[in-house]
């Protein structure tokens, strides 16, 4: 028994090894240069697949071999990282932060599809580290060899970084650079070259917790996205920012997952996330972390949110009647596809409720969607619940989880609260996901069927209409309702507002809600749209999907999200028959990040500066 | 570069923070070797004055020259290696960092042209500094994380340093000390820019003022003249 507790304890230190690496990777690049580097699990994929194929090749089979591959697979990694960082990162530094994030997620894109053409959709099994294949005996078990290196390689890469971060001046600048860049600059040194050692350094470790998993995990196209959620959890359990926060989290994490599959397999995954709200309960900024300043979406001033003027109540009429008279018009095909858009722009509204009025920034807003749609399922084929109530029921199941979650997500703010959310919608991913008997995990659910009178599309159509028509007027009354106001005061300065007595903590709790129930109202549309709901529709790739479709349309205007979700889905459906469809999105994403800085709502604020300056600066000269 | 040109040349420059207009035509210059002080209340636009010559505001039209050679829309990083040294209101130390560790970001090259420093010159002539140097800047008191401010903006071995609002907040014995400090960083040859709404403190160091109000220049001239001019100081200066 003792040997096994102790066998299984040298096993986690393992499992954290490469934990640590990534999320102190990820930390590193984030403190220099606030961005929150979405495709640091594309890097940590590519070490691992890189690292693979020079193992085949350089004195396959030797030790020597096998640990310059490693070496050599971080570095190519880190080199990848800096072509990244010079080719993109540098033009958007003074873009709002959520672009960056955008603009990373497009290289996961890329990357992805990148790894499918090269590689191949197979999952890789990763070489046996040569010298270290057998096994030791430890009190009557056995463990791995390679386990013991990998217990060796977190504490060693822990105190180079630490002698790196403060015996060189690299490390000096990059420590000073984490805290004021601005002054850094003001001081003489060039930020554009700090950013990119920074992101070698980052990308290097990336690389290298990708390439040394590798013996035991392998490598596949699905483990950037997987390594990326476990990466935000050890951050933020560690603290934004603190290396040795991220030592301690990884192995806090590693160990309990390892204690885990001893007594519930099933769990791994929500271990991880009890692990984290129990620390954040406890210590809001981790264990290591310290409070950042107040971190607004937006860096200046938000501009104010205005009740549609007349021309523009009279343009929302004129397309409310072409949707009323779309199905006289319209083939089916066309029919389907408003369907759909219909339903993500409600989606994507209730995203912006809590992004733009809120302030509050979700990566995880799919949790929602997902609930409600797994909500009408569930009841539907289990239950046999009429369709009428499944709807009724599917914002219920969703506000419950966004009562649950928000209650921890609103006592944190900026980059810790949309981790956070990140991290919920992967639980609710994965039990979704791992819980096969009740959800039909990777199955999903199938034939679930409209009520008769509902069956017919136009029907259909006119009923998704009404009832997203009905919920975004509904929001769009709440934000300029007491409520909204209430909101908007917490999200402009929390402090005021707290002072003149709002709860700000209680109306951003109640913004989670209602936003959560609206997307489980679309959630439970779409499955009765579709017929069939599978765990994608509550993954990453939906949430940022959501993202893309509230920032291309501009996250402070109302009518944003809806001109962005009718854009995104008909992208997305043009290309989706295309067999890299993935690189085409990322692709797209990445160009209109770079060619529009400020967002699509941002060009014409610009102009309209430019104007105004001009002009205050002709009538200084005409006098 | 010529040798005839003054330390700084600031002429008829415009700022902008978003839509609001801030500076108006303004122009003012710094000798080699003077001290001058930018005087006007809170808001009256000092700090933006001297961010826009450091390049940390992007001043729209109008020209900025140090040493001869035009600055203005340069990034700061390349205006400071040029010997242009800034020292900002809000004092901008690295609190994570040791006392040592900060003058080391500052750290740059020598230059022909200007005073070399060191980090043993810099704890002669800050001799509190000296003794704390591996404290975490973050638990000094306020006067010392100023001296720690400027030592570390002399690091890069400036010619011209711009100083913003030095006396603020800090105990009338420590601001005693800074007027010191400066006369002594003028007689090794540094020309200095500071913003002040400090009179008494003004009088300490300066040789020639600027008055700037609403983002215009009101009034220049020597010290001196300031002093005998009580309607200039009384429109302009009393609160």
Not at chain 1, 32 to 45: C, D, E, K, P, Q
Not at chain 1, 171 to 184: C, S
């Amino acid at each position: 028994m003792t040997g096994q507790i102790v066998v299984q304890f040298l096993t986690g230190l393992a499992s954290a090894a490469s934990l640590f690496l990534i999320a102190a990777g990820l930390s590193i690049i984030f403190g220099v240069t606030r961005i929150v580097n979405f495709a640091h699990g594309s890097l940590y994929m590519l070490g691992a697949f890189i690292a693979y194929s020079l193992t085949q090749r350089l004195a396959a089979g030797t030790a020597y071999g096998f640990w310059i591959s490693v070496l050599l697979a971080a570095f190519v990694v880190a080199l990848i990282g800096v072509v990244i960082e010079i080719l993109m990162l540098r033009r958007i530094y003074r873009a709002p932060e959520l672009f960056q994030l955008l603009a990373t997620f497009g290289v996961v894109l890329v990357v992805q599809d990148a790894a499918l053409w090269i590689w191949g959709p197979v999952d890789l099994m990763g070489p046996r580290a040569p010298g270290l294949d057998s096994a030791v005996d430890i009190l009557g078990q056995r463990l791995p060899e390679y386990d013991i290196a990998l217990i060796v390689i977190s504490p060693v890469v822990l105190g180079l970084l630490w002698l790196l971060f403060h015996r060189t001046r690299w490390g000096i600048l990059v420590r000073a650079a984490t805290q004021d860049r601005e002054m850094v600059g003001a001081l003489g040194r060039n930020q554009a070259w700090l950013f990119t050692s920074v992101f070698f350094v980052g990308a290097f470790l990336a690389g290298l917790g990708g390439a040394i998993q590798l013996p035991k995990g392998g490598a596949d196209l699905l483990i950037d996205l997987n390594v990326i959620a476990a990466a935000f959890v050890v951050v933020v359990v560690g603290g934004m920012g603190s290396i040795t926060g991220a030592f301690l989290a990884a192995i806090l994490i590693g160990e309990l997952q390892a204690f885990a599959v001893l007594v519930l397999p099933e769990s791994t995954l929500v271990i991880m996330f009890l692990a984290m709200a129990v620390v954040l309960v406890v210590r809001p900024w981790g264990l290591l972390g310290r409070p950042m300043g107040e971190h607004a979406p937006g860096q200046a001033a938000e501009p104010l949110l205005r009740p549609a003027t007349p021309r523009a109540r009279l343009a929302w009429a004129a397309l409310i009647g072409l949707l009323l008279v779309l199905p006289l018009i319209a083939e089916d095909f066309t029919l389907t596809l408003t369907i759909e858009i219909v339903i993500l722009a409600l989606f994507a509204a209730s995203l912006h409720f809590i992004m733009g009025p809120g302030g509050m920034v979700s990566f995880g807003h799919a949790a929602y969607f997902g609930l409600g749609a797994y909500g009408a399922a569930l009841l539907a084929t289990t239950l046999n619940t009429p369709m009428e109530l499944a709807l009724l029921a599917a914002p219920v199941v969703a506000g419950l989880g966004a009562l649950v979650f928000g209650w921890f997500c609103v006592r944190l703010s900026g980059v810790y609260l949309a981790m956070l959310t990140l991290a919920f919608a992967q639980i609710a991913w994965s039990v979704v996901f791992q819980w096969y008997e009740f959800t039909g995990g990777e199955d999903g659910l199938l034939g679930i069927r409209r009520t008769p009178w509902a069956d017919d599309r136009i029907v259909f159509y006119y009923l998704v209409l009404a009832a997203c028509g009905v919920a975004i007027y509904a929001m769009r009354r709440m934000i300029f309702a007491p409520f909204g106001y209430a909101v908007r005061a917490g999200r402009d300065s929390r402090l005021r507002a707290d002072a003149i007595g709002i709860d700000c903590r209680r109306f951003d709790w109640m913004a989670f809600l209602v936003a959560g129930a609206m997307a489980g109202i679309a959630g439970g549309l779409y499955v009765y749209s579709k017929g069939s709901v599978f765990p994608d529709e509550m993954s990453i790739p939906r949430s940022v999907d959501g993202l893309v479709m509230v920032l291309l349309g501009g996250v402070q205007t109302l009518s944003g999200p809806i001109f962005g979700a009718a854009g995104f889905t008909w992208l997305q459906d043009e290309i989706s028959r295309l067999e890299y469809w993935r690189f085409i999105l990322g692709g797209t994403i990445i160009g209109l990040v770079l060619a529009f800085p400020q967002g699509l709502g941002g060009i014409w604020r610009q102009i309209e500066a430019l104007i105004r300056r001009r002009r205050a600066t002709g009538i200084e000269a005409g006098r | 570069m010529t040798g005839a040109a003054p330390m700084l040349e600031v002429a008829g420059i415009s700022s902008f923070y978003g839509w609001a207009r801030i500076l108006f035509d303004l122009s003012l210059s710094v000798g080699r070797g003077e001290v001058a002080v930018l005087l006007g209340r809170n808001g009256a636009g000092k700090s933006t004055t001297l961010k826009s010559i450091v390049g940390l505001v992007r001043p729209s039209g109008g020209s900025v020259a140090f040493q001869g050679t035009e600055i203005a829309g340069m990034p700061p990083h390349r205006i400071v290696r040029m010997g242009l040294g800034y020292v900002p209101e809000e004092r901008r130390i690295f609190t994570d960092l040791t006392v040592a560790e900060n003058l080391e970001v500052g750290r740059q090259r020598p230059r022909a042209d200007a005073p070399e420093w060191s980090v043993d010159k810099l704890f002669a002539l800050f001799p509190n500094l000296a003794e704390m140097q591996g404290r975490p800047a973050g638990r000094m008191s306020g006067g010392e994380q100023q001296m720690l401010c400027v030592a570390r903006t002399l690091m890069g071995n400036p010619s011209l340093i711009l100083l913003d609002e030095p006396s603020e907040g800090l105990a009338p014995v420590i601001v005693d000390q800074m007027a010191a400090t400066i006369g002594e960083l003028k007689s090794r040859g540094l020309s200095i820019l500071l913003s002040e709404q400090n009179l008494r403190f003004a009088r300490m160091v300066s040789d020639r003022a600027y008055i700037i109000e609403k983002g215009r220049i009101r009034w220049q001239g020597s010290m001196d003249d300031l002093e005998s001019d009580e309607a200039v100081k009384q429109q302009y200066l009393v609160v």
